[in-house]
Every structure is written in C-alpha cells, then in structure tokens.
C-alpha cells in the first residue's frame, strides 16, 4: 500500500511538472497581476492596498487581477465583495491554477514570498513589499540560522524591486539583515507603507472597521477601542491553548481596570495563530478576523498595545499613543533579539497586568505619557515611516506600473569583487574544513563573499551552516528542477555520462539549467564562480548556466586516480568524476590545493583541458579556531603542551575509552606525575577509512613498532567503507589493545593535541589538512611520500617516508626516541602566502 502511495504520489507530481512547464511556454499576459500575501492568508498589508487603489483608479481599468488566498469559502467575505468585478479572479494557493497564473501574470506583487517551484521569467515583473519594518532581528542577524531566511532571499533576489518605509529600513534591513548590499540588482522604493494610507482620517478608517466587522458577523458599537496586537512568538512559544488562556486573562485584567461604557478592548492575533485563537469562544467577540485588514483596526483605534510586533510602526502616523506589555522580555531576547533598546521603544514598557492597566488610563485623553516617551515616538517616526502620509499608495503604483517620480535606490559596492563559492555539502570531511578556513582568511574588505550550500534539514539542526563566517553571506539550493520529464531525464543522463553525451547541445537544456540559475539565484551576479567541491559535475553545470564571469574549479585530489578508487569491486566515483572532467574545458581555472598536486593533475588530466587552464591555490588553515578546539574542557586556560607524557598518555586514555564506549564518563581532571609508571607513546590518524588513505599499511607498520615496544599504541579517527575490513586486520595481528578505531570524531584536536606523533599513510592525497592542523598543535608529523606531498607540507617540516610498511615502521621507531622539537610552523605567515595563490586565481 505504501508503495502504490508513493507511485500515485510521484506520478501526480510528475504531471504537476509537466502542466507548470507547458504554463512557462505560454506568452506572458501583459496588463495581468497576480497578488498574494502570506502564502495566501488573507486579502491583506501593502499588496491589499495596492489592489484596491488599482481596482478604484479608471487608469488601471483595463488590467485583469488576480487574488491567492489558502482557502476560499474562510475568506468568502473578500470573495463575494468583488464577484461583480469582472476582471478580478481568486484563486486557491498551491493550486494547477495558481501555478498558471504565477508563470503567465505580468506583474507579481507579494509581501513574503513566492513558493521553492517559483522562478520568475524573463519579462515578469516582481513587487516584493515585505510586511513591515523589522522590530525583531532577521534574515542573517539571527544567529546560527541562515537557512531561515533561505526563501525569503531567493525572493529577494527575483525581485525587480522591493518596498521599504525609509532609508533606514533599506540599510538595516535589506543591506544588512538580509545582506543584499552588492547582490541586489534591482531597485529599493523609499515610499512609505501603502498599508497604512487607510489609517488616514480622510478614509474614516473607523467606519470602514465596524462594517468590515459587521460584513463578518460581527458588531463592533462606538465605544473608543483600546486594540491589542501580539506577535507570532515562534513555535518555541505558541499553542493555540496556552495563547488562548493567556489572551483571556489579559482581556479580563484590562477590563476591570477602564471605563467599559466608554472603551472597549478588540484583539487582532497575528496572522499565523488567527485562526487557532479564533476557535476559543471566549474569545470569539473580541476577535478580530484575519480577513479583516490590520490597518482599518489601527485606523479606528484610540491606544495600541503590542509586544514585539512591529505594528506599532504603523500606529506612529496617528500619533495616538503606543503601549508595549512585554513580561518575558529577558526571556524572548535569548531567543529572538531586538533592534531597538526597549528602552528607547516609543510608548511606556509594561511588565504585568497592573502595570498594563495604570499605562492604559494615562493614556487614554493625551498623545503620550511623558517628554522623553514623546521625544522617542518622534524619532522613530522620523527614522523608520517619513512618508506615511496617506499617499504611500498612489506613489508605489506609479513607480511599478508607470512614470511616477518615486524614490528610488540601489544598493551596490562597485569596489568589491563579487565571488559565489560552492562550498560543498557541509558534511565533515576535508573539503568542507579546507572551506571553512578559506572563508575565515579572505580579506572581506575586498571580496563580496556568497556561499552556496544544498539545504540539508539534518546540517541545518547540527548548526553546520552557522559555522561560516559570518561576513559571507550563505544562500542554499532548495526544490527541483523546472521542466517536463523528459528534459529532466537528459538532464541526469547528461551528469552522469558527461556533456559529450546525445541532447547535452539541445536548446532545451540550456533552457532548463537557465531557469533553475534564476530559481536559485534571481538577477544576482558575480564576478567570479568557484565549485570547490569539484567531485560531481551538477554545480559546474549550474554555474556554466550563470551569467558571464570567471569560473573556477577545485581539485582537492589526484581526481585521476580517485576517479579509479576501487571498494570492493565497485568505482563509486569514476562516473560523477568524468562527468565533471568532461566540462572542466568551459572553465578558466582548474585549481590544485597545492604545487605538487598541480603537476600531477595537470599531466593526468591533460586530455581534458589545455594545461595553462591548471593552476594551484594552497589551503589555509584557522589556527586560532584550532588551538581553541584543543582545549580541554574545565582546565580553563590550561596549555596541553604544558603537561608531561605520562599526564597526556592518562588523558589520552579517558577520551578514547569514552569515544568507544557511550556508557563511560572521561575524567579529565589533569593526573599527578608518576615516574613509576612508563607512559604510551600514542600514534594518532584521522581520516576517511577508504581505499586511498590505506590505514592497512599503517597497521602493518604499527605491528612491527609495537614488537619492538610494547608501550606504544595507535589511534585512529575516522569512518568509511573498510573499517569492518581494518578491525579483521586488527583483531589477526593481536593488536586489539593497542590499536583503536574510534569513528568520526566531530573535535578531533584534543586527541590529535594529546598525541605523540600524528601518522598519514595515504597513496594520494590533495593537501591534507589533517597534517598542517597536527603542526598548529605543536605534533610532529610522519607521512609517506605520496605524489603531491610536494606542497602538502610547509618547507623542512615533518618526516617523509617511502609508502612501504617497513619504511614507515622505521620512521615511526625512530620518532619514539626522537627529540620531539620540530621546526616551528608560522600559521600567519603560511596563511597570508595562501591567500595570496587565492588571490592570484581570482584576480
């Protein structure tokens, strides 16, 4: 049964592709705008008011519009006021006709965004207004959560123009927050809120309030009203019970404290949480319907009391007074920060229901409580609404549909470079650290960074993205191609066997990797594109498909001879890697992370790309970060190159006894000397457990050392493919006490710091990290000499030794009675010539 629900499941949406792009072949309608607010949640905010400014204004008579709403008999209301209105249509959010009219509108207007399948066409029209100024941190200013603002960026960057109240939401919103200084391409009109036009006492906001009210069912009397607007807390804080009970409360606490015949309390919950608050019958005739506009309720009421909503932006141009009841304020800053100091928040601050009650009758008869809550309201009026005078509408619609002389600005640093890097997957290997480093070495004064992750729910719970430097900015792939099936097919076909293939030259394919650049990236563009991963040929297809820039390659590996690894029989990178290889001629630099690695790849890959296009960029590394990570926990400032052998075998010790069994607490409280007791001399690796790293050899190696001294031991970090195959091997040579696969380890350093000699085995390798993290922590190093160690390692700095077992044995041998000072590596030296090999390819 659930096979059969996968299949209906797969073929509806297979359909469901084919019908959106037979939709993207038709013409664009010209004079068609499709409006949607929410996800479709109402007829509301700035695009409500542009609709019925257009709907009204005979100049606009001959446009056809079209309204999404999520449900079309809960806002029947909205629905039956313009059914004799013929040229406005609704349609049902998510639906075959609303993807119809998204592809074929010529205007497009939305507060949020539009959904993962949207990418805008060529002569489209974008309005993105946003919901208002930001009172709560968003976009990348919430720490460790980039990928909230993924869509919402995608949008962004679709859009022809955005909305915003002011030039300072432009700066503190759009160029920071969202970071689109540099990126955006289009135009930022500075004209106010049209939302707020209806709040003008020229409209009677109040009259038009008590007959929406009354259009649903409910009666609202003359009585002045005090209006509460709470925010969306997040899921951490919402429950439609919890909010219910707490909001009744509130309500009966306000009651008892104003004159009832004369005021009158009304509640507009926010968007999200309306209709759950709506099914407490409680609450029912204080309620104000999410189809009712929040700006007709600002516009009749007297007092607004909010919390972290920034709708009281909104109520500034009445200069009626703002109170905010905020009681968990130290609690829901830990978790959503403020970008104004409550303190200079314009109206009075309210902890508790009493409190709330004695602001609300100072109030009520006066504009504001005192000087400096009046001096507060004045400022932020000036600062963030200037231009809400009752005339935002009107000057917003001629910037998009006309001529109209609207402010309008751009964004941009011509200084700076721009650079779009594929970072890869974010999952922990050596790729994903060697990015990380480079993101924490470039010079951010000169370079405008952009970060391509696929989105991952797992990474984004793990936190991984909130580990890039906070300088570049992190936009994330998400949803699929645009296209019908059998474009889609020769697509996978083309990645798998490679651009030479039968229809990789098809019109059609350019077309459909076209579309999926816009889908990802809007109108942005770069100056220069990296794929660093350079494992699978999808992202080079996709930056190829970009506009016009310097493109870029990485090669972190003899890719010949990964291309070939062979685990048990099978290639399992041969076919993504000469996919990619068949496309590295489109590029302009194919880039080794080292000299040697340079050479190598440069006569193993001639075929398929002329040898000037080769060239080498070294890894950086992030010392600081490193030396940070080695630390043990609860030893404060302690130095591990401060303690003895015997004090770091003991520890050493606890840490893999605990990596090996969960049930075990490490005690790693530092142990008195002892020079009774002969410590372990600790060999330490870490890497993937593959056919290329050949950690059998460094067993074999190991054995020999451990005949010859029983007081030495090995540690190896890392997971793959052979480890069941490595612990038979371990288990034959008796070495099951003395040698220990101890998996993935998230903060390898404390073992490697801990450690008398780090060991690398490898056949081939790129530039290994593993080894310059080993010489930030002071360990001497031993490595075979695989074919790019040229460049691997800094001049004059750790043991080579032939790739056979008995050589490396003796390397290690002689390490154990070797003086452990070793030639002192300068990160910051390292690091600034590295970055200058970076530099080299990009400028």
């Not at 190896?716 to 091997?729: K, M, T, V």
Request: aromatic share 10%; hydrophobic share 35%; net charge positive.
């Amino acid at each position: 049964m659930t096979d059969l629900k996968n299949l209906s499941r797969r073929i509806k949406n297979l359909s469901k592709r084919e019908v959106q792009s037979y939709w993207r072949s038709l013409p664009v309608q010209d004079k068609t705008v499709l409006f949607e607010s929410y996800s479709g949640n109402g007829m509301l905010c700035h695009p409500e008011a542009i609709f019925r400014y257009m709907v009204q204004n005979p100049k606009y008579s001959e446009y056809k519009f079209t309204w999404v709403l999520n449900d079309l008999q809960r806002y029947k209301t909205v629905v039956n006021e313009f059914q004799k209105n013929s040229n406005v249509t609704f349609v049902k959010y998510g639906s075959l006709d609303y993807h119809r009219k998204l592809s074929t509108s010529k205007y497009l207007i939305n507060n949020v965004s539009f959904p993962a399948p949207f990418s805008k066409r060529e002569n489209q029209i974008y309005l993105n207004t946003w919901h208002g100024v930001p009172l709560k941190k968003m976009g990348y200013d919430i720490p460790n959560r980039p990928e909230d603002a993924r869509n919402i960026v995608r949008n962004f960057l679709m859009a022809d123009y955005l909305l915003s109240s002011s030039p300072s939401m432009t700066e503190e919103m759009y160029a920071q927050a969202f970071k689109l200084r540099n990126i955006f391409e289009g135009e930022i009109i500075e004209e106010g809120n049209p939302r707020t036009d209806r709040q003008s006492i020229e409209t009677n906001p109040g009259r038009d309030f008590r007959a929406a009210m009354e259009e649903n069912g409910l009666k609202v009397d003359e009585r002045e009203i005090i209006l509460y607007a709470p925010t969306w807390k997040g899921e951490s804080y919402f429950s439609p019970h919890n909010d219910a009970a707490s909001l009744k409360n509130l309500v009966a606490s306000v009651e008892a404290g104003i004159d009832t015949d004369r005021y009158q309390v009304l509640l507009k919950a926010h968007q999200v949480v309306s209709a759950a608050v709506s099914e407490d019958a409680d609450l029912r005739n204080y309620l104000i319907p999410n189809s009712v506009p929040t700006n007709l309720a600002l516009g009749a009421s007297e007092v607004l009391i909010t919390d972290y909503s920034s709708i009281f932006y909104d109520f500034l141009s009445s200069g009626k007074p703002v109170i905010f009841y905020i009681p968990d304020l130290e609690d829901y800053k830990r978790y959503r920060d403020l970008y104004i100091d409550p303190k200079d928040l314009p109206g009075e601050i309210t902890k508790s229901p009493n409190d709330l009650v004695g602001a609300i009758i100072r109030s009520l008869g006066s504009n504001v409580a005192n000087a400096k809550i009046a001096e507060a309201y004045a400022k932020s009026r000036q600062k963030y609404v200037p231009f809400d005078d009752g005339r935002c509408t009107e000057r917003v619609v001629g910037a998009v549909f006309g001529s109209g002389d609207a402010r309008k600005v751009r964004i941009s640093n011509k200084e700076k470079k721009k650079i779009l890097i594929y970072a890869g997957g974010m999952i922990p290997n050596g790729i994903t650290t060697s990015a990380l480093n480079l993101l924490d070495n470039i010079d951010y004064s000169r370079f405008d960074v952009t970060v391509l992750c696929p989105y991952n729910a797992k990474s984004a719970r793990e936190h991984i993205y909130g580990q890039i430097n906070p300088n570049a900015r992190v936009l994330f792939r998400f949803g699929t191609f645009i296209g019908g099936y059998a474009a889609n097919a020769l697509r996978l076909r083309i990645l798998k066997r490679g651009s030479d293939v039968f229809g990789a030259k098809f019109n059609s394919q350019r077309k459909l990797w076209e579309t999926e650049w816009n889908r990802c990236f809007g109108n942005a563009k770069f100056d220069h594109m990296i794929d660093f991963s350079g494992y699978t040929a999808f992202w080079g297809m996709l930056f190829l498909h970009g506009p016009d820039s310097k493109k870029s390659i990485w090669l972190h590996n003899d890719l010949a001879s990964d291309a070939l690894r062979s685990i048990e029989g099978n290639m399992p990178l041969k076919d993504g890697l000469y996919s990619t290889f068949s496309i590295y001629h489109k590029f302009d630099n194919l880039v080794s992370v080292s000299e040697g690695l340079n050479e190598i790849n440069r006569n193993s890959l001639a075929k398929w790309a002329p040898r000037s296009n080769f060239s080498w960029s070294s890894n950086t590394v992030n010392g600081k970060k490193i030396l940070a990570l080695a630390r043990l926990k609860g030893q404060g400032e302690l130095k591990i190159n401060s303690l003895n052998r015997y004090q770091k075998s003991m520890l050493l010790g606890e840490i893999v006894r605990s990596l090996i069994d969960p049930g075990y607490t490490a005690n790693l409280e530092v142990p008195p000397y002892n020079d009774s007791s002969v410590p372990f001399f600790t060999f330490f690796s870490a890497g993937r457990l593959s056919p290329e790293k050949n950690h059998s050899r460094l067993i074999n190696a190991f054995a020999r050392v451990h005949r010859q001294d029983p007081n030495t031991r090995l540690v190896i970090a890392g997971d793959g493919p052979l480890r069941q195959q490595l612990q038979r091997e371990i288990v034959a040579l008796g070495l099951n006490e003395s040698v220990k696969l101890i998996g993935h380890v998230k903060n390898p350093y404390r073992i490697m710091s801990l450690s008398d000699t780090f060991v690398l085995s490898s056949d081939y390798e790129g530039q290994p990290m593993v080894l310059l993290e080993a010489l930030v922590l002071g360990v001497p190093v031993i490595t075979t000499s695989f074919g790019s160690v040229k460049g691997a390692l800094p001049e004059n700095v750790g043991k080579i030794v032939q790739p056979t077992v008995a050589d490396l044995a003796t390397g290690m041998i002689e390490q154990i009675d070797a003086d452990k000072a070793l030639t002192h590596f300068d990160v910051e030296d390292y690091n600034q010539r590295a970055i200058a090999e970076f530099e080299r390819v990009i400028l």
